[in-house]
Nanobody
Framework: QVQLVESGGGLVQTGGSLRLSCAVS????????MGWFRQPLGKERQFVGA????????YYTDSVKGRFIISRDNDQNMAYLQMNNLEPEDTAVYYC???????????????????WGQGTQVTVSS
């Protein structure tokens, strides 16, 4: 059984940084493309970014481009979301997700991912 576990969330001031981690267990990590999503309170889950199985291609939603960086370590079965210059609008529960589908336009869709972590809260104070 494949499990995804996020960590690294917390409270940070505007302009601060956090790095979220996603540990994947149960199957060869390198078969998965990974996505990061977030869900603000009372809103739908939103695409943040994705990374293909090689780690060479990444995709981001416009609002985080230039501030967030997705990476992965296939040897350690880990995916990361480095978040810099955080804004109050970034406050949300952040989820990592895994899919065996190729990374592409469908990577922005929640429905593209079969495996999800439990989420970690990120709160950015103004």
């Amino acid at each position: 059984q494949v499990q995804l576990v996020e960590s690294g969330g917390g409270l940070v001031q505007t302009g601060g940084s956090l790095r979220l981690s996603c540990a994947v267990s149960g199957r060869s990590f390198s078969v998965y493309s990974m996505g990061w999503f977030r869900q603000p309170l009372g809103k739908e889950r939103q695409f943040v970014g994705a990374i293909d199985w090689t780690g060479e291609r990444t995709y981001y939603t416009d609002s985080v481009k230039g501030r967030f960086i997705i990476s992965r370590d296939n040897d350690q079965n880990m995916a990361y979301l480095q978040m810099n210059n955080l804004e109050p609008e970034d406050t949300a529960v952040y989820y990592c997700a895994a899919t065996t589908a190729a990374t592409g336009p469908s990577s922005t869709s929640v429905a593209n991912y079969a495996l999800w972590g439990q989420g970690t809260q990120v709160t950015v104070s103004s």
